[in-house]
């Protein structure tokens, strides 16, 4: 069966420092994909990034960046310089193999609050 | 071009009553899933439709049913409402083939 922990409930951090959400995964499929998605109050899963198991390489984007690691079936997510805009519950997620459809398995969430 | 969108935006309803949840597919969207979040926790996968057929179905009770049209919108419906099916319900579509989902803003439900 499918898993993915999110252990960090809450943080809270000062505009400008920078944060690492975790994501541990469990999964028997060798072929899988993990995303990140971002849910403001608004309530809307705004996506955020999405990489395949045969992809270990690290992503930045802009103050975003994503480390993947299979020997420890992460995938953390790192924000720098992290900003007011950024305070939202964030998800990490599993997907089936792409087997023509997807379902997603998500975790429980963390909670990320940035302070003036 | 169209995002998903969902209707109603909020809904009450009573214990034991019926509610059916509308949503319309992103552009060229034909795989809708409807996913269930309850407060604090993460969205639980319910069900999904390609080609107006049930595509897959997580641990749900046959009380929750859906429908997927020709033109890919889709409904859920839930009869009998308990007051654990008090949630926020999020539809998403994705392009056949593609892992990638797209999300509304979805319907929260409250059941009293």
């Known amino acids: 069966a499918q898993k993915v922990t999110q252990a960090q409930t809450e943080i809270s951090v000062v505009e400008k420092e920078d944060v690492t959400l975790d994501c541990v995964y469990e999964?028997?499929?060798?072929?899988?994909?993990l995303f990140w998605y971002k849910q403001p109050p608004s309530g809307e899963l705004v996506f955020l990034i999405r990489?395949?198991?045969?992809?270990?390489q690290n992503e930045i984007s802009g103050r975003y960046s994503w480390n993947f690691q299979k020997s420890t079936s992460s995938f953390n997510f790192t924000i720098t310089a992290s900003q007011v805009v950024d305070s939202a519950v964030y998800f990490c997620?599993?997907?089936?193999?792409?087997?023509?459809?997807?379902?997603?398995?998500f975790g429980k969430g963390t909670m990320l609050l940035v302070s003036p | 071009e169209t995002g998903v969108t969902q209707s109603p935006t909020h809904l009450i309803k009573t214990r034991g009553q019926q509610v059916t949840l509308r949503c319309s597919s992103q552009?060229?969207?034909?795989?809708v899933s409807w996913y269930q979040q309850a407060l604090g926790q993460g969205p639980q996968f319910i069900f999904q439709?390609?080609?107006?057929?049930?595509?897959g179905r997580g641990n749900f009770p046959p009380r929750f049913s859906g429908l997927q049209f020709p033109n890919y919108s889709s409904e859920l419906n839930v009869n009998a409402l308990e007051l654990d099916d008090s949630a926020l319900y999020l539809c998403?579509?994705?392009?056949?083939?593609?892992?990638?989902?797209?999300f509304g803003q979805g319907t929260r439900l409250t059941v009293v």
């Open positions: 998403a579509s994705s392009p056949r083939g593609v892992t990638e989902a797209f």
């Open positions: 999964t028997r499929d060798t072929t899988y994909y």
């Open positions: 990489r395949n198991s045969f992809d270990e």
């Open positions: 997620a599993l997907s089936d193999p792409p087997s023509g459809y997807s379902t997603l398995t």
């Open positions: 552009s060229g969207h034909n795989t």
């Open positions: 439709y390609y080609r107006e057929e049930e595509n």
